[in-house]
């Protein structure tokens, strides 16, 4: 797995290499999903972009349809794509994130969105009080689940 995410899962790194102890996860503080495309042809380069892509974009805004675009052509059609949807609930974009998510997995057939708002975002419990970044109870809960949905989209093709 090569992933590439914000500070969300930034947060989450550690458990998911212990659940994933080959993965690439490089997250990072205030990322934006218009850098992805150049992370992941760096990768691509390097010969380190995995068959199985989990990106974690979209708390710090949109995206546009050029940039998921852009990141489609370079994952390929042989690689799967897991995108993580976001809780983000004090920014106006959350549902226009989830949403776009959405629509591009019927457009990407080897597109999976995984329902991290579906699975948690009535669980306040697992967060921080910005409501968006998971405490130390809602890390283990976003890896497992993440790896989990993995492992069963894996499963149905």
């Known amino acids: 797995v090569t992933a590439i995410g914000d500070s969300v899962m930034a947060s989450a790194s550690d458990l998911l290499h212990q659940l994933l102890p080959h993965a ?42 050029d940039e998921v675009k852009q990141i489609m052509q370079i994952i390929g059609s042989k690689r799967r794509l897991f995108w993580i949807n976001v809780i983000v609930p004090t920014r106006s974009w ?38 968006t970044h998971p405490n130390n109870v809602g890390q283990n809960y976003y890896s497992t689940y993440i790896v989990k949905e993995m492992v069963r989209a894996s499963e149905s093709d």
Do not use: M
Request: glycine residues 6%; aromatic residues 12%; proline residues 2%.
């Open 94 to 131: 959350q549902n226009q994130v989830n949403q776009q998510l959405k629509s591009l997995s019927k457009k990407y057939k080897n597109l999976t969105v995984i329902d991290w708002y579906g699975y948690a975002h009535s669980q306040s419990s697992w967060f921080y009080d910005d409501r």
């Open 24 to 65: 690439i996860v490089d997250a990072t503080v205030s990322r934006q999903a218009d850098v992805a495309p150049q992370l992941l042809q760096s990768y691509a380069q390097k010969g380190e972009l995995q068959d199985n892509v989990l990106i974690g974009l979209g708390t710090n805004g949109p995206f546009s349809d």
